[in-house]
T-cell receptor
Framework: QKEVEQNSGPLSVPEGAIASLNCTYS??????FFWYRQYSGKSPELIMS????GDKEDGRFTAQLNKASQYVSLLIRDSQPSDSATYLC???????????FGSGTRLLVRP | KAGVTQTPRYLIKTRGQQVTLSCSPI?????VSWYQQTPGQGLQFLFE???????NKGNFPGRFSGRQFSNSRSEMNVSTLELGDSALYLC?????????????FGPGTRLTVL
């Protein structure tokens, strides 16, 4: 079993729709969760972080965390073509210095 | 505040050579992590440095090494290059690397081994 599982996609949604990106992780000791966006040929950039169970909203982005189910998701409302990218989920233990990345979900937003 | 910088941005080497990559973290950040990204393996952790000390190392052969200087700048070295070392090498910096500390990535160095 992979440490972090993400559907590779592509997830295709029309412009203006809600995109839902999911991630499951195996390490129950994970305490911080990070979502990064990576455009083709570029480096990852931080979208959001979440540490507590529940929802965290930032603009068009909402991160959801359920530690009991070992599940974290990212919702993108009013998706735009500029949101087309690969989204990487990365859990982290507080005692660890490294991020464990999933393989990423490729999102395509159709105009 | 300036972001993480990495040099060089692109590098072409031949098998058997060695290479040194450089990373300058965000001002005030003392933790520097290195990752390798390939299409097949994704993003994989190489090592992390804080105050010139390696605190964590990923599952890579000894050909991969690194160091950190007193100004928090870091270098990584790959000796005896193999074709499979072709990858995007990413450096990320954070304040101290622990707890909920966020890592910010540099633009990366794309290494091609011929």
């Amino acid at each position: 079993q992979k440490e972090v599982e993400q559907n590779s996609g592509p997830l295709s949604v029309p412009e203006g729709a809600i995109a839902s990106l999911n991630c499951t992780y195996s390490d129950r000791g994970s305490q911080s969760f990070f979502w990064y966006r990576q455009y083709s040929g570029k480096s990852p950039e931080l979208i959001m972080s979440i540490y507590s169970n529940g929802d965290k909203e930032d603009g068009r982005f909402t991160a959801q965390l359920n530690k009991a189910s070992q599940y974290v998701s990212l919702l993108i409302r009013d998706s735009q073509p500029s949101d087309s990218a690969t989204y990487l989920c990365a859990p982290k233990r507080d005692s660890s210095y490294k991020l464990i990345f999933g393989s990423g979900t490729r999102l395509l937003v159709r105009p | 505040k300036a972001g993480v910088t990495q040099t060089p941005r692109y590098l072409i080497k031949t098998r058997g050579q060695q290479v040194t990559l450089s990373c300058s973290p965000i001002s005030g950040h003392r933790s520097v992590s290195w990752y390798q990204q390939t299409p097949g393996q994704g993003l994989q952790f190489l090592f992390e440095y804080f105050s010139e000390t390696q605190r964590n190392k990923g599952n890579f052969p000894g050909r991969f090494s690194g160091r950190q200087f007193s100004n928090s700048r870091s270098e990584m070295n790959v000796s005896t290059l193999e074709l499979g070392d072709s990858a995007l090498y990413l450096c990320a910096s954070s304040l101290d690397g622990i707890g909920t500390d966020t890592q910010y990535f540099g633009p990366g160095t794309r290494l091609t081994v011929l």
